[in-house]
Structure formats: C-alpha cells, structure tokens
C-alpha cells in the first residue's frame, strides 16, 4: 500500500495534508508531494471530527501555493504570545513587515519538533526544510478536542487544498455508517458485508440532549443518546404484543448473541416509527436468514417469524406475511410450543422465561385469528389445535417478574358459574375474543354443514363476552391515564368481530363499497337470521365502539398495527351507511364518523404503508360518494313540483322504507 493510501489520525485522505501536531519531520518530508488541485472531499472520519477543534482550520490551498498572507497570525487563546523565543521571532519580522507585530503562536512543524518559529506565512525554518506551514490555535499544548459541554455539538470543519469546506454535523452522526445501537455495545448493527456487526462506540451526545441545568437529557424513549430501532419497538410496539422478554432482559439475550433472528425482527419492527432508520435493510436480512434456513429451530425463532409476519402486513407485503406466517406456524408445532410442558423444559427455572414462553403461543394464537380476518393468505389453522397451556398473567406481573400461579383456560370458562365474578388478566379476555372471531369464520360457511341458527349463538358470545367482563376490564383507560393495550385489542376484535357477522346479513350493501379491498373481507350477501334492519343496526353499533376507541386519549402509534384494519371495517360500514339516504339529522354525523375514519389512517399511514393503500381507497369510495349524493341532491330539488307522491317523501322522508325511497329515486337519477 502506497504511503497516500495510509490512514492517519491528522490525515484527510489520499493527497491530503497532515495535521497531526505530533507528527516529525520525516513525516512532514514524506508529504510533500500535494496535489494542488484536487478537490476530493472524501469524508471525514469520526477520529478526526472528535479531534479537530470547532474554531480551528487548516491553511487553505492559498496558504499552501504562498498565496496571499493571512490577515493575522492566528492568536493564542489568552491574547498573549506562547513563549519567549516567538516573542523575539516576532520583533525581527515587524521590523520588515509592520502587519505581523508579534508571533502569537508558532507553526505545527516548529511546535511538534519544539522549535523556535518567526512567524509568517511560511517561516524560515519550513522554507528551510521545504515542508508545509500551518497553523492551528493554541490551547497551551493542545491534545486534542476537550468534550466540554459547549463545544459537543458543534460541528468541526475542515478546509481542504480545494477550498472546499467539509462539516461534520450531528446528521452524519445518525447515519447507518455510524451507530443505530441501543446502550448495549456490540448490537443492533448491520456489517456492509454480512448480518449484524459490531460498533462498540456510539456517538457522544448532542448538544440538544443536555437540559438547561447541564444534566443529560433523555430522549423520548427514555434512554440517553440518540433514538434506536430497539428502544422504537419496546415503546411503541411492545405493549400491544408483550410477548418477548421485557426490555432489560431481552437486551442481555442479544448482547449474548442467544437471539440474532430475534435481534433482527425487533430492529425491522423498530425502524418502522424512525423514519431516519431505513427498514429495507434490516427486512432484507431476515428474508436472507429465513430463505436460507439459517436460523436455529427454537421458540426465539418463533417469536422473530411472528414479527416478521405482523410487520410485513404492515408495510402491506399481505402474501408474504401469509408465507412467513405459515413458517412461524409450523416451527410452533414442531417444537411443541402448544403443550404446557414447552415452558418448564425450556424455562431454565426462569418464571419470566416461562411465561415469555407461554405468552409466545397465545400470541401465535390470537395472531393467527387477526391475520386470518384480513390476510386471505392465512388460514386459522391453531383454532384447532389441542393445547393445555396455562394463560398468561397481567402485565405489570410480567414486567416486574412476579409471576403468580398461572390459571388456565378452563377455569374461565367455568368462572361465570361461580359465587362472585372472577377478574382475569387482559390477555386472557383477548384469547377469548379471538375463540368467539374463530366461530364468525364458521358462520361464513356457506356448505350444507351449516346451520342456521349459529349466527345467533355466535351473536350470543359476543354479547356474552362484554356482558362478563368485570369493571376492571370495561374501562380500557387505567387509572393512571395509561391504555391497556391488550384490553384495547381485546375490544378491538369484538367490535371487528361483530362486524364481519352481520354486515353481510345486513342492509349494508357491497356494491358502493367495492373499492375497498384491503383489510376486508369480500363482499358477500348472506341470508339473515333476524330481521336485516337488527343486522344493520348491530354493525352501526360496533363501527361507533371502533370511533369510541379511536378518541381514547394517547397515540394512535401505540396500538397494534392491527388496528388500521379495524379502522378500514368501520369506515366501510359508515360510507355504506352513508350512501343511502340517512334520516334527517344524521347525515352530519356519519360524515363526521367518516372523517374521524380518514383521519386514523392518515396517521398510520405515516408509519405503516398498508394504511396509506387502503386510505386512498377509502377517500376514493367517499368522494364517489359525494358527488353522487350531491348530484341527487340537486336533482331531487329541480324536480320537486313534479308530483306529489316525491313532495310527501321528501316531507315525510324519515317515516319511509328505504327500500320504497330506493324505488321512487330510482327513475330520477336515470333520466
């Protein structure tokens, strides 16, 4: 390797000028040969941002031609000259130069080999030696950038031969080339040549994240320094499916290297809320660990494939979320993760791990009932499967690792028969209501096996399961203003649920509604098992819990991603609802319910690419529909005198069938 090609500390790059002030004269003779017009900017290094001082520079391509002097020799910090010797140096020169009165500080060629200096823009002693003069400010034997709180977020400069100023700033310091890792060295980073590598340093803190006290201030995740992947997740993502170690100790299992798929599915759920993270690479990793097989057969694996599969719906990747899903779904029964025996065998004595453990295979379960509502891909093949795993606790218990004894499935359904009402934890109320989602499957059977009146034993459950729950667990919001986020799927599904049971036996037609095919199921008329106008009115109810849940207080991020589809069905019944003609007095208001619809997704649709799909199909339905009610509306009012069969039904509008309304309109939007 040729000398130019040599990476130094004080060393810009190839044909660049030193400036270590530590360098010796050999070094300063084996430089000589510059490139004066090259203008390179390779970039700098972060050893050498954290070592050039924020006010120096180097001499510029002028200095160095012996181009135009400087205005002024560059000054020491104190205003007064460095030594004795530069002070004599400095009267001969003023005696033939009146503009350089002093020598405030000596070159680094002099300074390094602790020499006197004359001063100017080249001084004798480097024209002597044919070396470079330069200069930096003097910090009174000056060895490198002191962190003090003022200057850590200031940027360093550099001028180059070129001229060119290169600026290290806080923004390339957040750049994959630098550090996405979490407080834990040796994480969540990715090698350029294979998987995740290792960069035991992270930046030092901006200036940003010092509070006016001078103490370190917190990012909005709760950590010092900058913002991770990992801290995304557990922040953003976790709380709506708690199945994965808390975050202390899932953070020691990635330090151990006991986890790398795992690793690799939280940092591409993470990334999704940091927009200055890109996500394709951390996907692209998992589809290589995944394709090639090259991931261990255990339940880390487990809980990494079931990530994987609920981003990827996300980001609208549906088909490919099926496949992994179904992955994840054969690893869970080769493993034997449904069997209660999985978690004492696999715990390491660990009442954490063996309620991690635990949760994983209720987490497959529910997954597989939310995914098979909106993913055509997935079929709810564990609905059938025979388990005896306990249910999981609450989860405050979780995190704290107090873990009491865990009841089981049948003792909740046996709960309602006893003297007072017992209280289960969230994610048992939401285990529930994915068994009741899985009947609604059933129910849309339209085999000879089916049966007429499971609608209404379906429809019975649903009414059931909110009719159980004990006051704990009807109010979504806790008492310290904080949302249970499993209780909020839990009612999330029921609502979604009740939907999808009686909107195809309903007045809720699919044809204006068509557009919309994402996250829904497709449209299908079915007979009615009650009269179509209690359909109706069921899916009106649910659709307006699903609102209910979107004015809750907090962030719309906070909930699972699950939630965008939800939203999607509740838009679909209120642009149905919408586009016949409402009674007087409500019109204002399913316009409103829509809005509030649009609104959600265009928050998601920020975060998770499905929403931003699904918003323009939805906005599309709603602006058809617009115009069309609008057109009606005027051509209803220019052909009033007509009759007085249409002034009666516009007089008495909310007293006639929409049926008979359909029919009298009918012909006036034809002609």
């Not at 709180?149 to 700033?169: D, F, Q, R």
């Not at 590598?197 to 200036?207: C, N």
């Not at 179904?326 to 065998?345: D, H, K, P, V, W």
Request: neutral net charge.
């Amino acid at each position: 390797m040729s000398p130019s090609a040599t990476a130094l500390p004080g060393q810009r790059g190839s044909g660049a000028p030193a400036m270590s002030a530590g360098a010796d004269a050999a070094f300063w003779a084996a430089h000589q040969d510059f490139s004066p017009h090259s203008t390179s900017a390779s970039p700098l290094s972060p050893s050498l941002g954290l070592h050039l001082s924020p006010t120096a520079s180097i001499t510029t391509q002028s200095s160095i031609n012996g181009g135009t002097p400087p205005a002024q020799t560059p000054q020491s910090e104190a205003g007064k000259p460095n030594s004795t010797g530069g002070q004599k140096n400095s009267q001969k020169q003023s005696a033939n130069d009146p503009s350089r009165a002093s020598v405030a500080v000596a070159c680094v060629p002099c300074r390094s080999r602790h020499l006197k200096c004359d001063g100017g823009v080249r001084c004798s002693r480097c024209r002597a030696d044919n070396v470079d003069c330069t200069y930096i400010k003097s910090r009174r034997g000056w060895k490198g950038k002191r962190k003090n709180k003022e200057e850590s977020g200031t940027p360093a400069t550099l001028n180059g031969l070129s001229g060119t100023e290169v600026a290290i700033s806080n923004s390339q310091l957040s750049s994959p080339e630098y550090s996405y890792t979490s407080d834990v060295p040796g994480m969540n980073q990715l090698s350029p040549t294979q998987g995740l590598g290792v960069r035991p340093v992270a930046p030092p803190p901006p200036v940003a994240q010092l509070n006016l006290n001078g103490s370190a201030r917190l990012n909005r995740f709760g950590h010092l320094g900058p913002e991770t992947a990992v801290q995304a997740f557990f922040h953003y993502f976790y709380n709506s499916h708690p199945f994965c170690l808390p975050e202390p100790r899932l953070l020691d299992v990635f330090k151990e290297r006991h986890a790398p798929l795992l690793e690799y599915a939280v940092q591409f759920i993470g990334s999704s809320y940091i927009p200055a993270i890109p996500t394709a690479m951390y996907k692209e990793a998992l589809d290589r660990q995944v394709n090639n097989g090259n991931y261990p057969r255990d339940a880390w694996s487990v809980q990494a494939l079931l990530l994987f599969a609920i981003g990827l719906h996300a980001h609208n990747e549906v088909p490919r979320a099926a496949q992994i899903f179904s992955i994840a779904q054969n690893l869970t029964l080769e493993i034997g993760l449904n069997r209660m025996e999985f978690a004492l065998m696999h715990g390491e004595n660990d009442p954490q791990l063996e309620e991690s453990w635990r949760r994983t295979w209720w987490s497959m379960f529910t997954t597989n009932g939310m995914m098979t509502a909106v993913n055509p891909g997935v079929n709810f093949r564990l609905k059938d499967v025979v388990s005896n795993v306990p249910l999981p606790c609450e989860n405050n218990q979780y995190y704290s690792g107090h873990i009491p004894y865990p009841s089981t499935l049948q003792d909740y359904d046996d709960s309602a028969f006893l003297p007072t009402l017992a209280t289960f934890s969230s994610f048992t109320y939401l285990i529930d209501a994915i068994r009741i989602l899985g009947k609604v499957f059933e129910c849309a059977r339209l085999d000879s096996t089916f049966e007429y009146h499971a609608v209404d034993v379906v429809d019975q459950d649903l009414c059931n399961w909110r009719l159980h729950l004990p006051p704990s667990k009807t109010d979504i919001v806790n008492n310290d203003g904080h949302i249970d986020e499993v209780l909020f799927q839990a009612h999330m599904v029921n609502a979604g649920s009740t939907i999808m049971l009686h909107r195809p036996r309903s007045n809720l037609g699919f044809g204006r509604v068509e557009g919309v095919n994402i996250c829904v199921q497709p449209g299908q008329v079915l007979l009615p098992t009650q009269t179509r106008e209690i359909h109706t009115a069921k899916c009106l109810t649910s659709a307006e819990n699903i609102s209910s849940l979107i004015r809750l207080p907090g962030q719309l991020l906070h909930h699972t991603p699950f939630f965008t589809c939800v939203v999607v069905m509740a838009s679909v019944v209120h642009l149905s609802y919408w586009s016949f003609l409402v009674p007087d007095g409500r019109d204002d208001i399913v316009k409103q319910s829509i809005r509030l619809d649009v609104g959600t997704l265009q928050q998601y649709s920020n975060t998770w690419p499905i929403a931003h799909v699904v918003l323009g199909q939805v906005r599309g339905v709603a602006h058809t529909l617009f115009n069309s009610k609008k057109a009606m509306s005027i051509h209803l009012w220019s052909n009033i005198d007509q009759g007085d069969v249409l002034r009666s039904v516009i007089e008495e509008g909310g007293c006639v069938p929409q049926q008979q309304y359909a029919q009298l309109i009918a012909p006036m939007l034809k002609s």
